[in-house]
């Protein structure tokens, strides 16, 4: 038998008898019956303890008088799960006495054991009914085998209840060793990538796993590049101008951008773009400008939403790709909703929506977040039209909602961007500074793999990358030589980020290439 109080590992944290138990458990949750056998004798550590091993012989024995003792006197029970370990019991106690044709026994069961816990009275009740259920279905010829197999479930059930040191919990060496490794990846700033973590080294890595190196240089647009984003099978990218054009790019195999549709329709600037979650369609829209949507294979403008009047300065789509939300400076528009042919479904108008700056839909359709009068973040929910508003103290300039939906951040011209929790838990937000922002409007955006960075345009020409985790900037990128407008990440390829800036030109940004990383 092991000392129990024997420390082992560099800094004598690990006991090495809780230790030897649970490679024990590993190894037979791995099916190598004979190795964890082998291991419990040569080491004296068995992966039972002995009260359960004592449990296990009463259960399957049918000594319920006996099992009961053995679960009362454990002492690291609490009173709620021991009422609901001694329920389990009494019920099968109670079923098998049914099963004999011990009515009174089942009933006596009934009355004074199963009534004496603090169990809801639903529980109590279903579990006399189903007295009547088995003598209903006469099922008093369940054989020996079968009776065996709902007392062995039965402590399959209570191992999963009962507190350690009496068991081991499931798959705990498992568990242990995917919390540290989640641990190493947390801490690792730079973690991008979804290749498998090897144990056999601690993790780490390098700056080459993120977009930090311009690769290509897009200058077709004669004029300051506003907007920039990534369809959402990776597979193109719009970007919009102020020389009234949007374009759209063909990501190549080998991750070079290549021109496949000027779109010229506009008479003003286009300062938005927005791809429909199937990547078929393509709305563009600006400042002073109507609201066009356009056919991505084909580069044709298929419809234009109202006259010159109907000036849209955002819009977002629905996950059915069918139906798209606007919002408006005017505050006679306000926001409204329509399908692809301009056929209004709901609106929101009125003194409660002031102008609105931008505004998403998050992809599971579920909630609508806008920015209104400035300061303000509406969020309503599209299921209950239940809402709530968040008052920032400083100016917001645009808005970006994260791929899984619970989170959004917003630019602030006080040269923060903030970050909140779309079902509304925060308190506070989480704040990211070191970027240069006062008076343009700065769009940033989620990105690399399940969302880890922020990446943000600059009015210094440069863009900033976080790990979101992280208030302070893990990357500085250069290359722009006026303000840096808009960034968008690839949300297929995570080394790939876009951005577009005033000095005419879109850069495309992937790892370094350099052996010093």
């Excluded at 006495?97 to 816990?117: I, M, Q, T």
């Excluded at 044709?300 to 955002?314: A, L, M, N, R």
């Excluded at 003194?351 to 303000?376: C, F």
Aim: glycine share 6%; proline share 3%.
């Amino acid at each position: 038998m092991e000392n129990s109080s024997t420390m082992i590992g560099p800094r004598g944290l690990i006991k090495k008898y809780e230790f030897v138990r649970v490679i024990v458990q590993c190894l037979y949750s791995l099916g190598y019956q004979k190795s964890a056998s082998c291991l419990e004798s040569e080491s004296g550590v068995s992966y039972k303890s002995k009260g359960f091993e004592r449990l296990e012989v009463q259960i399957l024995n049918g000594d319920w008088d006996g099992c009961i003792d053995t679960l009362i006197a454990i002492t690291d029970l609490n009173d709620e799960r021991r009422a609901s370990v001694l329920f389990l019991v009494f019920k099968q106690c109670f079923l098998e006495y049914l099963n004999r044709g011990d009515d009174s026994l089942a009933l006596n069961v009934l009355r004074k054991r199963v009534s004496s816990l603090q169990m809801s009275k639903d529980k109590i009740h279903n579990l006399a009914s189903s007295m009547l259920c088995v003598e209903g279905m006469n099922l008093g010829k369940i054989d020996e085998g079968v009776v065996l197999e709902l007392r062995k479930r039965l402590l399959v059930e209570l191992e999963r209840l009962l507190p350690p040191p009496e068991v081991v919990p499931e798959r705990r060496l498992e568990h242990l060793v995917e919390t540290a490794v989640t641990s190493q990846i947390d801490s690792c700033q730079y973690h991008n990538s979804s290749v498998a973590i090897s144990l056999y080294e601690d993790h780490c890595c390098g700056r080459d796993q993120i977009p930090t190196e311009t690769v290509q240089i897009l200058t077709e647009h004669k004029n300051e590049v506003w907007f920039v984003q990534f369809s959402n099978n990776g597979e193109y990218l719009a970007s919009s101008s102020s020389d009234c054009s949007a374009i759209i790019w063909k990501v190549l195999e080998d991750s070079k951008l290549t021109l496949k549709h000027t779109l010229r329709s506009h008479q003003n600037p286009v300062s938005f773009v927005a791809w429909s979650p199937d990547d078929t369609k393509l709305l563009t829209c600006g400042n002073a400008e109507v609201l066009k949507l356009w056919d991505v294979e084909t580069g044709i403008c298929k419809h234009t939403f109202g006259d010159h009047g109907f000036i849209v300065s955002s819009c977002a789509w629905f996950p059915d790709s069918k139906r798209l939300v606007c919002g408006s400076s005017d505050t006679e528009k306000g926001i409204f909703m329509c399908d692809c042919d301009g056929n209004e479904i709901k609106a929101w108008r009125g003194t409660r929506i002031p102008k609105v700056l931008d505004l998403a839909v998050t992809p599971d359709g579920e909630n609508l977040i806008s920015v209104l009068s400035d300061k303000d973040i509406r969020i309503l929910n599209l299921g209950t039209y239940a809402e709530r508003v968040i008052s920032e103290e400083h100016p917001i300039t645009s808005l970006s909602v994260s791929v899984d939906c619970k989170n959004f951040i917003v630019n602030l011209n006080s040269q923060e961007i903030h970050m909140w929790d779309v079902a509304g838990k925060w308190e506070k937000p989480f704040k990211y500074t070191g970027h240069s922002q006062n008076k343009y409007v700065i769009r940033s955006c989620f990105g690399g793999l399940d969302g880890t960075f922020i990446a943000s345009g600059s009015e210094n020409s440069q863009i900033y990358i976080w790990n979101r985790r992280n208030s302070k900037p893990i990357e500085i990128l250069s290359g722009h030589s006026m303000t840096v407008n808009c960034v968008s990440w690839n949300p297929k390829r995570p080394k790939m980020l876009a951005s577009a800036s005033d000095d005419h030109t879109i850069r495309i940004w992937g790892p370094c290439q350099s052996s010093e990383v």
